[in-house]
């Protein structure tokens, strides 16, 4: 049985990125809510996605130029 270490180690940064997306949104939209209300949640809530926006377009070009390199040594 053959174990893929390079797929284990991406699996496993993808579910932490997620996981601490996940708990910045949670935890943060949370507790503006309960401190400021409803209105600043909202608030909150779209600065964190901007915010996160530029990262996420970041990932997103370089995942697509790891599946072009990848195709590309197939050939």
């Given at each position: 049985m053959?174990?893929?270490?390079?797929?284990?180690a991406r699996q496993t940064n993808v579910r932490l990125g997620m996981g601490a997306v996940?708990?910045?949104l949670v935890?943060?939209?949370?507790?503006i809510y309960f401190?400021?209300?409803?209105?600043?949640?909202?608030?909150?809530?779209?600065?964190l996605l901007a915010g996160l926006?530029?990262?996420?377009?970041?990932?997103?070009?370089?995942a697509i130029l790891d599946w072009i390199g990848q195709r590309a040594n197939r050939s």
């Amino acid at each position: 049985m053959t174990r893929d270490l390079r797929k284990y180690a991406r699996q496993t940064n993808v579910r932490l990125g997620m996981g601490a997306v996940l708990i910045l949104l949670v935890v943060g939209v949370g507790l503006i809510y309960f401190i400021y209300g409803p209105g600043a949640a909202v608030t909150g809530l779209l600065c964190l996605l901007a915010g996160l926006s530029p990262i996420l377009l970041i990932v997103l070009s370089l995942a697509i130029l790891d599946w072009i390199g990848q195709r590309a040594n197939r050939s």
